[in-house]
């Protein structure tokens, strides 16, 4: 991930969106300028007609303090960005804004790390006099938190490691089968993700750069 832009926080996804979104049906992958592009194909019952094209930039929050503890800290809105990662939402904002890119709308996490480093990236396009980001306020989308990791958050990985070695195994290999108790976090996450997306492409239009 280090070959990424601005460490491995910004990503460029191209979307092509149709009048349902049930399934994808390809999928590619290039580099361009040091950030990751992919291209996402989204389609009704494998009807391939009248697409329409919405990029979307995926943006991480910088480094939070249950990062560098190596701490799981999930949808637990406790941890706060380190100095690092304030570092690294400055310099994610000076990114975007060498790129001139235009962009419509703004989706974020109601969590504060998210919240926290857009400020940051915002206060940094005011400095470079930057003005091609909208002007209207985020939207907060609460399904694109992070995984919820139950009675998993806030502990040193590590010390999970050791309690629960089957558990934390299929979380690093076998995400699918993953178990917290009575919850399976990754296929809750699926889930969320995919509700996510249609929201964020639902209220997006046309040609738009979210």
């Known amino acids: 991930m280090r070959a ?19 399934s994808v049906s390809s ?32 943006c991480r929050h910088g480094e939070t303090c249950h990062n560098a503890e190596g701490r799981c800290q999930g949808m637990e809105d406790v941890s706060r960005l380190t100095s690092k990662g304030e570092s690294q939402a400055l310099e994610l904002g000076r990114a975007l804004a060498a790129r001139k890119q235009r ?19 915002e206060k940094e396009w005011r400095r470079l006099g930057w003005t091609d980001y909208p002007k209207c306020a985020p939207t907060f ?7 919820c990791l139950y ?23 076998e995400p699918a089968i993953f178990r917290v108790g009575d919850h399976f976090p990754v296929r809750e996450l699926w889930m969320r993700a995919r509700r996510s997306w249609e929201q964020i492409l639902t209220q997006s239009q046309p040609g738009e750069r979210v």
Request: hydrophobic fraction near 45%.
């Open 4 to 22: 990424l832009a601005v460490r491995g926080l910004l990503l460029f996804v191209n979307i092509c969106r149709s009048a349902a979104f049930s």
């Open 27 to 58: 999928q590619k992958r290039s580099k361009m300028s040091g950030v990751a592009a992919a291209g996402v194909k989204i389609s009704r019952d494998g009807d391939s007609s009248a697409f329409s094209y919405i990029d979307v930039i995926l």
């Open 103 to 121: 962009f419509d709308r703004i989706f974020i996490s109601p969590l504060a790390r998210a919240r926290h480093t857009f400020d940051l990236m």
């Open 141 to 147: 989308v609460p399904e694109i938190q992070e995984i």
């Open 151 to 173: 009675d998993w958050q806030g502990h040193l990985r590590q010390d999970l490691q050791a309690q629960f070695p089957e558990e934390f195994h299929n979380w690093m290999n």
